[in-house]
């Protein structure tokens, strides 16, 4: 059998996806491909996006990606979400069981997985999420279900204020978390100043500094954070954004989001085609070469 997976979103010009998935599929010796299917927002985005997921409910998809701007608008066009889907309220993978199509979440568990090979998710403590979209639920999600405290700022605090509401409401968190949830506005980052005990991670979650974007970082220059705190930028695109650098400069250990992208990448392969595909670091150097191959 041959697999037929897609990524729906708009524009998908730099996407890595079908680089990325296609080395799963020589690693895992499976036969397959991976379509890059454009659905620019106009007034017959929602007929398209049901016209593909028609597709994958007859079979001819076995599984769907959902990027930008869609993640969002396919939640109510799906049979069933999963409650990470729900809670973060946003779809990245959709799979079928039957003719029923059910999405999910894999940028949660994409992010734990990159970051707890960096630092102990384990040992807890507090993190500071810069963006208040879909990416910062997702991370504040895998963050709070991890025990953390998470902070989240944003430039309308409202919008941060509304992922502590929903966080709080869940039923994966049952009203226990909104003690370990704090909302601010950009604005506010003063109180860094002070000095934060025990703020140990410090992520990026908007789109400043990826391509288009370079010199924008969420970062105020003047704000010194706790010495052993940790940056990670979920921007990878360029490697290195302004944010990594700035964190650098103060002496920080700081990452982009490159392996949380081929993590939730591999965790939708699994849930397509069952193969659990660990991303060893043989992988990702395949990946990188191939990425390098590319642009020659
Ligand atoms: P999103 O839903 O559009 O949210 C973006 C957030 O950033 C919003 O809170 C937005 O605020 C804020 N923002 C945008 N421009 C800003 C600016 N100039 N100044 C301050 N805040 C600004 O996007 P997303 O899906 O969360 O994605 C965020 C970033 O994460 C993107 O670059 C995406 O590519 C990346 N990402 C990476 C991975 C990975 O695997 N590494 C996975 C998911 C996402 P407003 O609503 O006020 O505009």
């Known amino acids: 059998m041959a697999y037929r997976f897609g990524l729906l979103g708009y524009p998908l010009t730099y996407s890595l996806s079908p680089l990325i998935h296609r080395v799963f599929l020589e690693e ?20 398209r996006l049901r016209a593909a997921f028609e597709k ?27 409650n990470k ?22 940028d949660v568990e994409g992010f734990l997985l990159d970051v707890g090979q960096k630092i102990s998710l384990a040992q807890g ?4 999420i810069l963006g208040a979209g879909g990416a910062a639920r997702a991370v504040a999600y ?24 929903d966080l709080a409401s869940s039923e994966s968190f049952q009203g226990e978390a909104s003690a370990r949830m704090r909302a601010y506005s950009f604005h506010e980052l003063d ?4 000095g934060v005990e025990n703020l140990r991670l410090v992520v990026n979650a908007t789109p400043l500094g990826t391509k288009g974007l370079e010199d924008g970082s969420p970062l105020p220059p003047e704000i010194k954070f706790p010495q052993d705190a940790c940056f990670y930028d979920l921007v990878y ?60």
């Open 237 to 296: 695109n360029p490697p290195e954004t302004t944010f990594l650098r700035q964190a650098r400069e103060q002496g920080h250990e700081a990452w982009n989001g490159f392996g949380m992208l081929i993590q939730q990448a591999a965790l939708a392969f699994e849930c397509w085609t069952g193969y659990k595909m660990t991303v060893t670091a043989e992988i990702e150097s395949k990946i990188i070469a191939r990425i390098q191959q590319s642009h020659d």
């Open 85 to 106: 889907a729900r809670t973060v309220g946003a779809v990245n993978t959709i799979y079928r069981n039957g003719q029923a199509l059910f999405g999910t979440n894999t």
């Open 125 to 128: 403590g507090t993190a500071l």
């Open 142 to 165: 895998g963050l709070l279900g991890s025990g953390w405290h998470v902070w989240i700022a944003a430039r309308r605090p409202q919008q941060a204020e509304q992922i502590v509401r």
């Open 56 to 82: 994958m409910r007859q079979g001819e998809y076995d599984g769907l990606n959902v990027t930008i701007p869609h993640k969002q608008a396919v939640k109510p066009l799906l049979d069933v979400l999963d």
């Open 28 to 47: 895992s010796g499976l036969q397959g491909s991976y379509e890059l299917l454009p659905i620019a927002v106009d007034e017959r985005t929602e007929e």
């Open 191 to 194: 109180f860094v100043r002070a």
